[in-house]
């Protein structure tokens, strides 16, 4: 007999074998001795009731022999040197995905990017923490892995109906990932991983004929009868192929600006901004799990906040249990935040956007941007929070009362942000009708999550890459650039995706084009 079913665990039970045999046994009514096998396919935390407990969905073998684990089988991939190249721009999670996809095709990747390859790329991400040195071409966001390589990790992604995410969770686990990814409802895998993971894609890739190019950043698009013929680097040197994916992520400012400039259609595209908020994770737990402390067996506890505020969604975004708060600025003179944990998540600290839609509405005073309107909106504001302390990395902070108060601190709580924080009118730094949002929303989510709204929090500015403000317009069957026929808009930057999974999805669709297309 095979069976699905499902089991309740309490936390303590998680890694206990017997627990297991006796929940099933007695959910399908056999003796412990005739289960053969089971299979975890997916668990969750149910934190709903006072006592919280694991929901474990299993697929049960009392005779039949147990399958095979598809992650470690490997993908047909086919030998492609001597085969049709495709130049992708950008090596994150949409570029990298695409290149694989590519390969399976029989189609011959050639991967360029701006940044270092990990192992290079942590001294800048390093300098950027202690000396506050931006290296505008290696940091949070640019680099192999992109912006995805020293994230989060977080690989929950809502957009199940855009291609085969357990394809991706999938070649993540052949390439390095705990296989746990594969059954848990919210997977992660956390900056100290994935760095090994990203290298060892690009063996992958490498082993099967594709090429990368890294410390080489696109800076022209030589055109001809609306097609692209190449695309040139800083040093002049020209890539050429009759097909390119741009996946150059929502930092690469230069790139949307080379787009206006060579009248390439872009268009303004909502987005959100905020701030970043910090709590005790203790204080997070002890909302989330009804008690005091949550104990050696349950992960550090997450949250999901959303309300709506005078006609504006303002929501949680990129929620960090036991995570930290990091510089993600791409240029000197900008103060950016993100955040991130970890694989165990075991910081003292939980951290998350905390963010306000914008419309293209409230564009107005920058409509003589055109369609870059968003982009100089979203630039104006990293500057004023670099302006405060106008030095380094150092960020603008409040306490979070203080900030919905609208007064300023006079001493902060102790953060995670290596660079340092300085007490600053966060709600001043911030346009006045995102602020007023963010200050109704904070006291909303304190009914929501009792103890929320404390001063034990702080909150950051800015949180201002959230999403991609400008569009690069494809055509919705060929994925085609409305206008350069052979170019191939992609992942974040392009705006049709927001997330690690989501991206690495949009990039095979997009391979999957140009396959189909030949
Ligand atoms: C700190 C942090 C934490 C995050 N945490 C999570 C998380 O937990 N879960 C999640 O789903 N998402 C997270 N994200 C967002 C996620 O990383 C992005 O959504 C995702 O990486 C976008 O993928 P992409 O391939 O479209 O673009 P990117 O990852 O941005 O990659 C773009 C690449 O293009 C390169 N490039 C740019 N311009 C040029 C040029 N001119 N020439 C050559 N190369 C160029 C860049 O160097 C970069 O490598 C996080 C982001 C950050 C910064």
């Known amino acids: 007999m095979i069976k699905e079913i499902e089991i309740s665990l309490l936390p303590e039970q998680l890694t206990v074998n017997s627990s297991y045999e006796r929940a099933i046994a007695q959910i399908i009514r056999v003796p412990k001795e005739k289960i053969n096998s089971f299979v975890v396919l997916k668990r969750s935390i149910d ?111 809502r957009s199940t109906k855009r291609g085969n995410v357990n394809d991706i969770l999938q070649k993540l686990v052949a390439h390095g990932s705990s296989s746990d990814i594969l059954i848990d409802s919210h997977p992660h895998i956390g900056t100290d991983k994935l760095p090994s993971i990203i290298e060892n894609i690009r063996f992958t890739i490498k082993e099967y004929g594709g090429e990368f190019y890294f410390d080489t950043r696109i800076v022209d698009f030589i055109i001809k009868d609306d097609k692209i013929k190449g695309v040139t680097d800083q040093n002049g040197n020209l890539f050429e192929a009759n097909n390119f994916i ?77 995570g930290i708060i990091v510089p993600a600025a791409t240029e000197e003179g ?38 870059l309107a968003g982009l100089k909106y979203q630039e104006d504001i990293e500057k004023s929070a670099f302006a405060f302390a106008n030095s380094g990395q150092i960020a603008p902070v409040q306490r979070l009362t203080d900030f919905v108060k609208g007064k300023i601190s006079s001493t902060l709580n102790e953060s995670s942000y290596i660079p340092g924080i300085i007490s600053a009118p966060v709600h001043e730094i911030l346009p006045k009708n995102i602020s007023m949002r963010l200050q109704k929303a904070f006291l909303a989510f304190d009914e929501k999550m009792q103890g929320y709204y ?42 049709y995706a927001g997330g690690i999974v989501s991206s690495a999805l949009d990039g095979v669709a997009v391979a999957e084009k140009i396959f189909n297309k030949k």
Do not use: W
């Not at 595209?269 to 008690?291: N, T, W």
């Not at 910081?347 to 419309?359: H, R």
């Not at 702080?458 to 026929?485: C, G, Y």
């Open 47 to 157: 934190a709903r009731k006072q006592k919280v407990q694991y929901r474990i969905k299993l697929m049960v073998y009392t005779n039949d022999s147990y399958p095979k684990n598809e992650a470690l089988l490997p993908a047909q991939y086919k030998y492609v040197q001597n085969a049709e190249k495709v130049i992708i721009i950008g090596a994150g999670p949409a570029g990298l995905f695409a290149a694989l996809k590519l390969i399976e095709t029989g189609l011959k990747p050639i991967i360029i990017d701006r940044g270092k390859d990990v192992n290079n790329r942590k001294y800048d991400i390093a300098a950027l923490n202690r000396e506050h040195k931006v290296n505008p071409d290696s940091n949070y966001c640019f680099g192999e892995g992109g912006a995805g390589t020293y994230s989060d990790g977080k690989l929950y992604t």
């Open 246 to 322: 741009l996946a150059t992520g929502h930092s690469s400012r230069d790139i949307y600006e080379l787009l206006d400039r060579k009248k390439i259609l872009v268009e303004a595209k909502p987005f959100a901004l905020g701030v970043r908020i910090e709590h005790p994770q203790p204080l997070i737990d002890s909302m989330q799990y009804h008690c005091k402390s949550r104990g050696q067996y349950l992960p550090a506890a997450t949250y999901q906040l959303v309300t709506q505020v005078e006609n504006r969604g303002v929501f949680s975004f990129c929620m960090c249990p036991g």
């Open 334 to 371: 900008q103060i950016v935040v993100n955040g991130m944990s970890n694989s165990r998540r075991n910081s003292p600290f939980a951290n998350s956007g905390i963010v306000v839609s914008v419309e293209l509405s409230d564009l107005a005073a920058y409509e003589k941007y055109g369609p």
């Open 454 to 495: 404390t001063e034990q929090a702080n909150v950051f500015a800015v949180e201002s890459r959230t999403s991609s403000p400008v569009r690069i317009p494809r055509d919705q069957e060929t994925f085609q650039h409305l206008q350069l026929k052979n170019l191939y808009p992609c992942g974040e930057g392009a705006g």
